[in-house]
Nanobody
């Protein structure tokens, strides 16, 4: 199983970025997919997650109303659209997948089995 995260970059505050997580060896419609962020010197924390059936979406409070997670089953990818970016959104963003992750576990990195390599997002003020 491989997860390939892409789409990061340098953007000014208020700008937008679109992250993609492309999966191989795993069908995204059969797994919960989470996006995590790790800022320098901080622990990895969940930003957003989407359930196996695609009907449930989780957003951490700081990104609600600004970020949107979506899934394209035909392309086997999960996308995180990030709008109105803030400097505190800066970090390495990782996508993760787990076939047995339930709603109460979305925020727990250890609940996910597979991880991508991360993509850097830098938001300048």
């Amino acid at each position: 199983v491989q997860l390939q995260a892409s789409g990061g970059g340098l953007v000014q505050a208020g700008g937008s970025l679109r992250l993609s997580c492309a999966a191989s060896g795993l069908t995204v419609s059969r797994a919960a997919i989470g996006w995590f962020r790790q800022a320098p010197g901080k622990e990895r924390q969940v930003v957003s997650a989407i359930s196996r059936n695609g009907e449930s979406r989780y957003y951490t409070d700081s990104v609600k109303g600004r970020f949107t997670i979506s899934r394209d089953n035909a392309k086997n990818t999960v996308t995180l659209q990030m709008n109105s970016l803030k400097p505190e959104d800066t970090g390495v963003y990782y996508c993760a997948a787990g076939s047995r992750v339930i709603l109460s576990q979305y925020t727990e990195p250890q609940a996910y089995t597979y991880w991508g390599q991360g993509t850097q997002v830098t938001v300048s003020s």
